[in-house]
């Protein structure tokens, strides 16, 4: 007769009764994903406090006098002269404000385009190189990524010298008689080139090796079936390594925006913005208008807004984190 079935594990025939999971066991914790998704946020709490610690309070500052008239005789007798958004507005119609953010928009798109041109291909190249040109090729990226800004500046200085720099030697042997004593620094676009040649060269190294960090992390399988079906090495970069690394590019693209919209040291140094203020930008022309000329409430105002057009460039990687947190 056929056992009738009740709902509870019966013993195995000559063995021991099965072992029962404790009820706690088994149930879920409640609450505990919310807690998951907090740990991340209070592991960089210190370091946003010592952020705003370290920033917010300039920032405020510099906001607040931003709607004052602070010049040389406001410092000396320390009088408070509010202009509420006269400085604003005086510098969103001057002309030389929206030249000079022109200008440093165009500057930033040819800097950032050519580092991620040049640093992905040197990236590229890392990763298919030996292992000993692979150690010599990091070992002078990290050379040129580490070396002061300053004494970067310096060194391009003396390359440029139109007496006694070295390119200026170099193309005059190569057959270029006319550059001879040239003076790079005497009209704005080969003061730009050179400053671009400098900020390339020392951005490059960081493009290029966190790309190969990131090609380390790609299974060669992909790349084997990739060339298995045909594809040569630009369609296996667009069809393999551009979607797989998609975020990298992304973030490293907004990274170098932010870099090379803010360089103050190397447009300065090399050049104080010259000639005749034609290669200055929007970090420079606030320098120059606040420190240099003392109309510090002027310098504050325009600094905020360059503040104001970066978090607009950055509005749309702003927007694929966002969205990225919804969807965790």
């Known amino acids: 007769m056929a056992a009738q079935f009740t709902g509870t594990r019966t013993r195995p025939?000559?063995?021991?009764?099965?072992?029962?999971?404790?009820?706690?066991?088994?149930?879920r914790p409640r609450g505990g994903s919310s807690l998951a998704r907090g740990v991340p946020y209070l592991l960089i709490l210190p370091a946003l406090v010592a952020t705003a610690a370290l920033l917010a309070y300039p920032l405020l500052r510099n906001l607040v006098i931003s709607f004052q008239v602070l010049d040389a005789f406001q410092l000396i007798q320390h009088t408070?002269?509010?202009?509420?958004?006269?400085?604003?507005?005086?510098?969103?119609?001057s002309s030389v404000f929206w030249d000079t953010t022109v200008r440093s928009l165009a500057f930033t798109a040819v800097n950032v385009a050519?580092?991620?041109?040049?640093?992905?291909?040197?990236?590229?190249?890392?990763?298919?190189?030996?292992?000993?040109?692979?150690?010599?090729?990091?070992?002078?990226?990290?050379?040129?990524?580490?070396?002061?800004?300053?004494?970067?500046?310096?060194?391009?200085?003396w390359l440029f010298d139109s007496q006694y720099g070295v390119v200026d030697w170099l193309l005059s042997e190569l057959g270029m008689h006319s550059m001879a004593h040239y003076d790079w620094f005497a009209q704005q676009m080969p003061t730009f080139t050179v400053i671009t040649l400098m900020i390339v060269w020392q951005s490059v190294p960081f493009v290029a090796l966190n790309l190969y960090a990131g090609l380390t992390t790609v299974s060669a399988e992909l790349f084997e079936a990739a060339r298995m079906d045909g594809a040569g090495p630009w369609r296996a970069f667009f069809s393999v390594t551009l979607p797989i690394l998609k975020p990298f590019?992304?973030?490293?693209?907004?990274?170098?925006?932010?870099?090379?919209?803010?360089?103050?040291?190397?447009?300065y140094a090399l050049n104080g913005g010259g000639?005749?203020?034609?290669?200055?930008?929007?970090?420079?022309?606030?320098?120059?208008?606040?420190?240099?000329?003392?109309?510090?409430?002027?310098?504050?105002?325009?600094?905020?807004?360059?503040?104001?057009?970066?978090?607009?460039?950055?509005?749309?990687?702003?927007?694929?984190?966002?969205?990225?947190?919804?969807?965790l």
Request: net charge neutral.
């Open 13 to 27: 025939p000559g063995g021991p009764a099965a072992p029962q999971p404790p009820e706690s066991a088994t149930r």
């Open 249 to 267: 590019f992304l973030s490293t693209t907004f990274l170098e925006i932010i870099w090379v919209f803010k360089a103050f040291t190397q447009v």
């Open 114 to 157: 050519l580092i991620m041109a040049l640093g992905t291909a040197v990236g590229l190249l890392l990763n298919r190189l030996g292992k000993r040109m692979r150690l010599l090729l990091s070992l002078g990226l990290v050379l040129a990524w580490a070396m002061p800004v300053v004494a970067g500046t310096t060194v391009y200085q």
């Open 80 to 93: 408070t002269q509010w202009a509420g958004f006269s400085n604003y507005t005086s510098e969103l119609s």
């Open 275 to 327: 000639p005749q203020g034609s290669t200055e930008t929007l970090p420079v022309y606030a320098f120059i208008e606040g420190v240099g000329n003392q109309h510090y409430g002027t310098g504050a105002a325009i600094s905020t807004l360059t503040i104001v057009i970066l978090l607009v460039l950055m509005a749309y990687y702003f927007r694929i984190i966002l969205k990225q947190e919804d969807e």
